[in-house]
Nanobody, 122 residues
């Protein structure tokens, strides 16, 4: 089992920045990919960004150039730096981990965090 604990999030004005962190504990050797999904009310869940254990990253088109994902394997932590936030970034953000990859559908996710709210005011 792997436990994912998120921190960060909150309320910010459009154009501002926030940082989300996710700390993993437990059977972390089984984990390859980590990252973040988000879900806004009435919308489908969206894969925001992912990073593999080797550092290969992937971003949703909607956040490219604004969000940066990073991973500290020694600390078992993944961070999402969110800059130039927009109203449409408002959502609950979920940390996720997979022994394979983080798929768009989320079906390959093995573990989920509890979620943290990000609210961007326009």
């Amino acid at each position: 089992q792997v436990q994912l604990v998120e921190s960060g999030g909150g309320l910010v004005q459009a154009g501002g920045s926030l940082r989300l962190s996710c700390a993993a504990s437990g059977s972390i050797r089984s984990i390859n990919a980590m990252g973040w999904y988000r879900q806004a009310p009435g919308k489908q869940r969206e894969l925001v960004a992912s990073i593999t254990s080797r550092g290969s990253t992937n971003y949703a088109d909607s956040v490219k150039g604004r969000f940066t994902i990073s991973r500290d394997n020694a600390k078992n932590m993944v961070t999402l730096q969110m800059n130039s936030l927009k109203f449409e970034d408002t959502a609950v953000y979920y940390c996720a981990a997979s022994s394979i990859v983080l798929s768009i559908s989320g079906r390959l996710v093995d573990y989920w965090g509890q979620g943290t709210q990000v609210t961007v005011s326009s």
